[in-house]
Every structure is written in C-alpha cells, then in structure tokens.
C-alpha cells in the first residue's frame, strides 16, 4: 500500500505560540505533498502545495507567512502554524503524490486547538 | 476550470444492500483521473477507487465498482453488500495528468462530498 504518517494526531495550544505538524510518506518517495484544511462537514480546502526542494505554491487567501511549509526531503513535508490564533483552530491534512500513480494519499490529520 | 458535482448530500442503505453515489464532472480535457475516497468518522481519507479517463473498462476494487460515463461526464460510485463500516463522507475527485498540469501543479478538485450512512 502507500502510507502517510501525520503528527501529532492532535495538539493544543496557546494563542501566539507557533505549531508544527510533520507529514510522512513511509513507504514510497513523494516530490509533491499537500496541505489541506477541514472545517466541519465540508470539503477539504487546499492550503498550499510542497515540492521537495523548492517554495511552496500557495493557493489564494493562504498567508504564506503564517503557514510555513518545509519539504526538505522527498519524505517529509512540515507545516508551521506561526503565531496560531484561535482562528487557526481546525483540522489539517496532508497527503503525498505517488508519481506513478498519480494519486494523492492522505495522512490521518492533524486536530489544532488554539486556545 | 473543472468542476465536479455530487448531487446527493446524503444518502442511506440498509446492511447488505446496494447503493449508487453519483458523481458528475465539468472539463474539456480528454485525459484525466477521476477518484473517490472515503471519510469515515476516524477522518481518514481513503483512497476507494481510482480511474482512467483513456481506459474505458470500469474499475472495481471488492465491493466497489464505477459506472464511467466519459461522453456524460459520470463517474458514479456503486457499493454493493453494504457493510456498516461503510458509513462515512464520500467525495468525488477530478485530477489532471501531469503532463497538462502547468507548474507541475497536480490538485485534486473535489465534489462537496455525500454523507452515506449504512443502517443495521
């Protein structure tokens, strides 16, 4: 199969503390990974896409600055919530794109609480 | 720009029934991927099945089967001997190869998604 590691599974914090979240792909090598974003009983909204090597592409009305992504190697991708505010808090997905398939595969998610 | 259309916020089946999502999409590409995954209440999304728009034989994986409809733009879910694990969110996803992505910019499109819940 193709398996995605996110974590941590959930974290709380306070506000204008800074979080990381780590996504892995454990068994194939992913150039591309994704960052989503969950809010309740919808679709998931895409934040930003990291390519292993280079910037993130952000898409619109993401603030870069806020939300830093790493992908420094072709396993691993971070995202950084900086400065979290109670508006951050939601649920945070990656996923991994297995070249040969074309397919996106997910990690469990990440539940952010801003307090 | 794609679209992808799940008209059927919610559904239910009864356990060892058949039920059919359905899934419709807007583009002028003639090669894509289309995808359905499944949320169950864990949050996990999970890949169900995976098709090619330049294949014309339907995928199937067990108990999940497409009904393709490339001409319609369909791209129809059935899940047949439903399994109270398969309550879940289902959602509905486009993608472009690589190759027609500009920027290597390989996004999934989604559908809103359709709630199923499988009763005992």
């Known amino acids: 199969g193709a398996v995605v590691s996110q974590h941590p599974s959930r974290v709380i914090c306070k506000s204008g503390t800074s979080v990381k979240i780590e996504c892995r792909s454990l068994d194939f090598q992913a150039t591309t990974m994704f960052w989503y974003r969950q809010f309740p009983k919808q679709s998931l909204m895409l934040m930003a896409t990291s390519n292993e090597g280079s910037k993130a592409t952000y898409e619109q009305g993401v603030e870069k600055d806020k939300f830093l992504i790493n992908h420094a190697s072709l396993t691993l991708s971070t995202l950084t919530v900086t400065s979290a505010h109670p508006e951050d808090s939601s649920f945070y997905i990656c996923?991994?794109?297995?070249?040969?398939?074309?397919?996106?595969?997910f990690g469990p998610g990440t539940r952010l609480l801003v307090l | 720009a794609q679209t992808v259309t799940q008209s059927q916020p919610e559904m239910s089946v009864q356990e060892a029934e058949t039920v059919t999502l359905s899934c419709t999409y807007d583009t002028s590409e003639n090669n894509y991927y289309l995808f359905w995954y499944k949320q169950p209440p864990s949050r996990q999304m999970i890949l169900v099945i995976r098709q090619e728009a330049y294949k014309q034989q339907n995928a199937t994986e067990n108990r999940f089967s497409v009904n393709f409809q490339k001409a319609a733009k369909s791209f129809s879910l059935k899940i047949s001997d439903s399994q109270l694990g398969d309550t879940a969110m289902y959602f509905c996803?486009?993608?472009?190869?690589?190759?027609?992505?500009?920027?290597?910019?390989?996004?999934?499109?989604w559908g809103l998604g359709t709630s199923l819940a499988v009763n005992p």
């Open positions: 996803a486009f993608m472009k190869p690589s190759y027609l992505n500009a920027g290597n910019n390989r996004k999934l499109i």
């Open positions: 996923s991994a794109l297995r070249g040969l398939q074309e397919t996106q595969y």
